[in-house]
């Protein structure tokens, strides 16, 4: 009912406005004469631009909307892909140094600082 109303005030808003010039009187179809296809269709143009001006534009689930909703999950589907590039990273990393005692020893080593008990550790700046 919404979309009918808003359309009847268009269609009066076209009918009396006074900056129409020539289209003022598109919608008398008495004066149709033997133009009267091009003013129907001049009349099914005008309702179906509203119409679709309408619901592209006003309406909750609109064009712009639409639009950002696109932008936002092509954002997040790369953010996905780029963190299960990571997580697969790391689950190599991880097999490599649990499959390894050596290897896991060296990394602990390098990146914790991780001593024996009979070891010292000196830290040198770079």
Request: include cysteine; proline fraction near 1%; hydrophobic fraction near 40%.
């Amino acid at each position: 009912m919404y979309v009918f109303s808003n359309l009847a005030k268009l269609v009066k808003f076209a009918q009396y406005s006074s900056d129409m010039g020539k289209f003022r009187n598109l919608w008398n179809r008495s004066d149709d004469g033997d133009r009267r296809e091009q003013r129907s269709f001049a009349r099914y143009a005008i309702v179906a631009t509203s119409l679709c001006l309408f619901f592209l534009l006003v309406k909750h689930d609109n064009l712009i909307v639409w639009v950002r909703s696109a932008i936002t999950l092509r954002k997040q589907e790369r953010q996905i892909e780029k963190l299960q590039n990571d997580n697969a990273r790391l689950h190599n990393a991880a097999d490599k140094l649990y499959s390894d005692r050596d290897s896991l020893e060296t990394f602990a080593r390098n990146n914790f600082m991780f001593c024996e008990p009979d070891e010292d550790i000196y830290i040198v700046g770079d």
